[in-house]
């Protein structure tokens, strides 16, 4: 069981940057993958971003070159930095811890980009 909590959303102007972060209820040294997942009104729920337990880091195309997830597993944090923000990155981001035998989820973070 991992409980994991978001912060840092909220109401940023388009080209601006937001930093979440995700803090888990236990060390995450060994957990194989850590994520940032998103979803907007209407959508399913999309990959962001994961890092590995070893720095290995991938990204949606949508979001490449502008976000950066890090993880920080002295700390059981996983954050994701956020710049030139699009209208389009308007949604609820959710971190998403991915054990060998099950997914856990926080209740997300809202995040609205306006123009």
């Known amino acids: 069981q991992v409980q994991l909590v978001e912060s840092g959303g909220g109401l940023v102007q388009a080209g601006g940057s937001l930093r979440l972060s995700c803090v888990a209820s236990r060390s995450i040294f060994t957990i194989p993958v850590m994520g940032w997942y998103r979803q907007a009104p209407g959508k399913e729920r999309e990959l962001v971003a994961t890092?590995?337990?070893?720095?290995?880091?991938d990204y949606a195309n949508s979001v490449k070159g502008r976000f950066t997830i890090s993880r920080e597993n002295a700390k059981n944090t996983v954050d994701l930095q956020m710049n030139s923000l699009k209208l389009d990155d308007t949604a609820v981001y959710f971190c998403?811890?991915?054990?060998?035998?099950?997914?856990?989820w926080g209740q997300g973070t809202q995040v609205t980009v306006s123009s």
């Open positions: 890092i590995t337990s070893n720095g290995n880091t």
């Open positions: 998403n811890c991915k054990s060998r035998l099950a997914d856990y």
